[in-house]
């Protein structure tokens, strides 16, 4: 006589073949897979048997799809992703071959994070960097502004075009017109063409470079990332407690060697002039109006200036 676990293993082996041969038969008439065997005619139904797996895979990932959750909550085993089946011959015959595929969203995601890599920030909110963009509504938000924002866009698809430009941009204007909102758009843009970029809010930087007189691996780190990046944004030059070390030695070293090599960009509420004033005058030996035309020798001469007029848009969207 059978123990009662031989019965019981035998009604959960009847169970489970009542229910292989009820799916089996739902997943040959389902729509997905009737449509997969009139584009291949070749495939019999021992083969699609046999492929149970791949086609059910398929099939469940095309139903999570139809009514996607959103990337973060995806129900598929591979999140992101969804199978694609083909059909390949070999000298079997045909087979059914499937492949994990990364879905729309995850390729925009993927696509966000690369060019989220190609950007560092120094004490610029993040969200600057990561809000979407709209064109049209940059150049029709403030209609004040659209010369400014033109002169920006030309210089994208000029660089887009013909690559890095020998000379950056010097936005001056009021506070609060969208100069770093631009920036960020320009950072953003040219990021999806591969190129680098850095944008320093300078108060902030300068302040803390205090403290790197302490850690001269950080600093010489952090001057680097500043010299190498194809696009390089002081944003709010002239906003900063200026002292003669960061004017002559940092300053001075970062834009000594990216004149004639690399852009620089700056956002300023200082005109040209106004701001070599203030390059002359430090906290620390007053007026040194020589070493301020030094450094602006190496600012002026590289950039088109750019005056951005408009309203305040602080508080709001740019």
């Known amino acids: 006589m059978d123990s009662l676990g031989q ?3 035998g009604m959960k082996n009847n169970n489970l073949l009542r229910r292989s041969e009820q ?11 009737l449509e997969l065997r009139a584009q291949h005619p070749e495939l019999d139904e021992e083969q699609l048997i046999r492929d149970m797996a791949k086609l059910y895979q398929y099939v469940n990932d095309s139903r ?13 085993d591979f999140p992101g992703h969804f199978t694609k089946l083909t059909v390949e011959n070999n000298t079997l015959g045909p ?40 064109e049209v509504e940059i150049l029709t938000k403030d209609r004040v502004r659209a010369p400014a924002v033109t002169q920006v866009l ?3 698809s000029a660089t887009e075009e013909g690559g890095l430009q020998p000379r950056g941009l010097y936005l001056e204007g009021n506070f609060g017109t969208g100069k770093t909102f631009l920036m960020c758009y320009l950072l953003h843009k040219l990021a999806k063409s591969g190129y680098s970029g850095v944008i320093v809010y300078m108060p902030e930087f300068v302040e803390d470079l205090k403290s790197m007189l302490q850690d001269s691996q950080k600093l010489k780190e952090t001057v680097e990332v500043m010299k190498q990046a194809d696009l390089l944004i002081f944003d709010d030059i002239g906003a900063e407690n ?29 005109s040209l002039e106004a701001l070599e004033q203030h390059l002359s005058f430090t906290s620390k030996d007053g007026e040194e109006r020589y070493k301020g035309q030094r450094l602006m020798d190496r600012i ?19």
């Open 23 to 33: 799916l089996k038969a739902e997943l040959l008439n389902d729509p997905l897979v």
């Open 300 to 318: 002026a001469p590289f950039v088109d200036v750019v005056t951005v007029t408009g309203s305040n848009k602080r508080g709001k969207r740019s």
């Open 64 to 76: 999570h799809c139809a009514k996607c959750p959103g990337l973060d909550q995806c129900p598929n």
């Open 7 to 9: 019965i019981l293993a």
């Open 154 to 156: 030309r210089y994208i």
């Open 95 to 134: 087979q059914i071959v499937a492949r994990q595929v990364p879905c729309s969203r995850q390729l925009q995601r993927e696509n966000e994070l690369s060019i989220q890599k190609k950007i560092r920030s120094f004490y610029v909110d993040e969200r600057a960097l990561q809000e979407g963009y709209d």
């Open 242 to 270: 200026l002292n003669p070390w960061v004017r002559d030695h940092v300053m001075g070293s970062i834009l000594n060697y990216r004149m004639n090599r690399k852009p620089t960009f700056y956002t300023s509420n200082y």
